[in-house]
């Protein structure tokens, strides 16, 4: 298996530009995580998708942030307009179920940049 | 409540040391505890977990020692090695009736010296 999937890896914008960022779950991993990673906020949970479906949202920092799973082997996480706080690493993860301590599989990450 | 306690923040070690991080918690509500090891330009990855019905765990030179009355665990690395050279994340699971959803520490910064 290949793993999960992210791209861009890297993505430069200027202030005010829509941002999306792609993400392939493992398959048949129903569980779908979202991560922003920053030196002074740790990693943050975002958003949690299971079996498409949005469960859990309340770490969407505000509403230039949007995420959506339209199918099972597929996400995406939008910020449109990006600011310049917006620049971290975002990690997309995957899990077997939503319960039973089932490991988290990481994506490589994308590095937002806004300038 | 739901914050995860990590120090230190960055730690150098000889090869063939010991390496040790701490963690606390306070939310008595956490129920399994995975520790993360993240590469740079990687995504964190699983590398050992623990029960809080467990006093210790071992996986080769990497053991968990885990104190549930103080809400306390660590990570011991054994015979170090530069390879193991990365950012450590300890974690809690908080179980809700959604999902389990993972806490993470702020992570430590282990360098490994030759």
């Known amino acids: 298996d290949a793993g999960v999937i992210q791209s861009p890896r890297h993505e430069v914008t200027e202030m005010g530009q829509e941002v999306t960022l792609r993400c392939k779950p493992i398959?048949?991993?129903?569980?779908l995580f979202w991560y922003r990673q920053t030196m002074m906020r740790g990693l943050e949970l975002l958003i949690y998708?299971?079996?498409?479906?949005?469960?859990?949202d309340s770490g969407m920092p505000e509403d230039r942030f949007s995420a959506k799973m339209p199918n099972a082997s597929f996400s995406t996480l939008k910020i449109q307009p990006s600011e310049p706080r917006d620049s971290a690493v975002y990690f997309c993860?995957?899990?077997?179920?939503?319960?039973?301590?089932?490991?988290?599989?990481f994506g490589p990450g994308t590095r937002l940049t806004v300038t | 409540q739901q914050q995860v306690k990590q120090s230190p923040q960055s730690l150098i070690v000889q090869k063939g040391g010991i390496s040790i991080i701490n963690c606390a918690y306070e939310?008595?509500?956490?129920?399994?505890f995975p520790w993360y090891q993240q590469f740079p330009g990687k995504g964190p990855a699983l590398l050992i977990a623990?029960?809080?019905?467990?006093s210790e765990k071992k996986e080769g030179r990497f053991t968990i020692s885990f104190n549930k009355s103080a809400k306390q665990f660590s990570l011991h690395i054994m015979d170090s090695q530069p390879g193991d050279s990365a950012t450590y994340f300890c974690?809690?699971?908080?179980?809700?009736?959604?999902?389990?959803?993972?806490?993470f520490g702020p992570g430590t910064s282990l360098s490994v010296i030759p």
């Open positions: 623990i029960r809080p019905d467990v």
């Open positions: 998708f299971n079996n498409n479906v949005p469960i859990d």
């Open positions: 974690a809690a699971i908080l179980r809700n009736t959604s999902y389990d959803k993972v806490i």
């Open positions: 939310n008595t509500a956490f129920d399994y």
């Open positions: 398959s048949g991993h129903n569980s």
């Open positions: 993860a995957s899990s077997l179920a939503p319960h039973g301590r089932h490991e988290q599989y």
